[in-house]
């Protein structure tokens, strides 16, 4: 049974459960308007819960994550300063680097924005598929046409966030397989904003990728780079590429790239937040402090997705914090292109991080070869990796290059087919 978003009918019991549990939080914005509505309806009981699935759960699986706090390497972090660099080694885009320069400003102007809101009302929740940092999402229907979505309830976040991802996703709506956003919404009273995208059914990545055949790798990952090209010759650039955000409809052989809550604008000269896309997933560009970076930050992140993908090693760079990420990439592409690479962008570590990094020689991509992932780790596949995975993020294939790479001559050869023939 759907129910409109935010209309819930709940008891009082049910409701201090909900919100008083340590193990069961729903977040404080979503409780605030269950209590709201049921004060109005106080007469109608209980008729479905909004979500009883714990969002800031400890249990003994999480638990064993947590590393102790007093442990040696964590010490050690807390000492670690961020990267100095010295000036003269500016870092500018090889391609699409005067997009935004070029176009007018109330393109790229999101603070200008001014947001659209559309009905809440057309639209009903049926049951929540995930979360994440900034926001929970829902499956939802259409309540006249009764066409499926998703609604993307956002967390309380600065305004000028929310505008700068629905810029982001009206500028690059109708792109290749970049998901469409329908509509824009928020309660009347919390004044809780939600966005509502098309449907994409969605196998999980865990499940779906053990079961994919090498074209099928070949196929996805073009599609994912005809979502990148785009993106990037529109200025935007992702900046959170990793399995979570790769929606793929097998039966349909649809792909989507979703989640832009962390996109941005590309401006040549313009310094940004390292703090931006997953741990895994992170380029050696945000792990040393260089904040000039690009639009081929997503192509190592990409490259980290299609390392896991073909190795079937996820995550395939598995850093247990930021500074150890950096470690965990060091120790298979070596030091020494590191130290080349901060050479050449005159960045200097911090002693701490240095001494964590250590020495470490190359490994070669053939030592995480076996005989579960050698019909995936063939020999054109590793090449396409060694040009994605490389530290300076100026030697990397722009996405339109990599889409040129010899590895996808079958998905071209097939005129695109999703199928190998």
Known sequence: MAVRPFQFFISHQQL?????????????????IIKTRSKELPSLGFRRIFCGVPLNHTGPQNQANLRHPSSPQENLAQRIGKATRAPGAASKARVHA????????????????????????????????????YSEVFEGVHSTNNERCIIKILKPVK????????????NLCGGPNI???????????????????????????????PKLTDFDTRYYIHELL???????????????VKPHNVMIDHEQRKLRLIDWGLAEFYHPGKEYNVRVASRYFKGPELLVDLQDYDYSLDLWSLGCMFAGMIFRKEPFFYGHDNYDQ???????????????YLSKY????????????????RKPWTKFVNADNQHLAVPEAIDFLDKLLRYDHQER???????????????RSSGGSRTST
Request: aromatic share 8%; with cysteine; proline share 4%.
């Open 326 to 340: 950096l470690v965990k990439i060091a120790k298979v592409l070596g030091t020494d292109d590191l130290n080349a």
């Open 397 to 411: 294939p722009t996405a339109k290059e990599a889409m040129a790479h010899p590895y996808f001559h079958p998905v």
């Open 159 to 170: 305004k000028k966030k929310i505008k700068r991802e629905i810029k982001i996703l009206q």
């Open 226 to 240: 005809k979502a990148l090209e785009f993106c990037h010759s529109q200025g935007i650039m992702h900046r959170d």
């Open 98 to 133: 005067d997009v935004n320069v070029i176009r007018p400003k109330d393109y790229w102007d999101y603070e200008s924005l001014t947001v659209q809101w559309g009905e809440q009302d057309d639209y009903e929740v049926v049951r929540k598929v995930g979360r994440g940092k």
């Open 16 to 32: 201090a459960f909900l919100s008083g549990s340590s193990n069961h939080l729903l977040h404080p914005n979503i409780v605030s």
């Open 346 to 361: 005159r960045l200097q570590l911090d002693p701490h991080l240095e001494a964590m990094v250590g020495r470490h020689s």
């Open 179 to 209: 998901v469409k956003l329908l509509d824009i919404v928020r309660d009347q009273q919390s004044k809780t904003p939600s966005l509502v995208f098309e449907y994409v059914n969605n196998t999980d990545f865990k499940v779906l990728y």
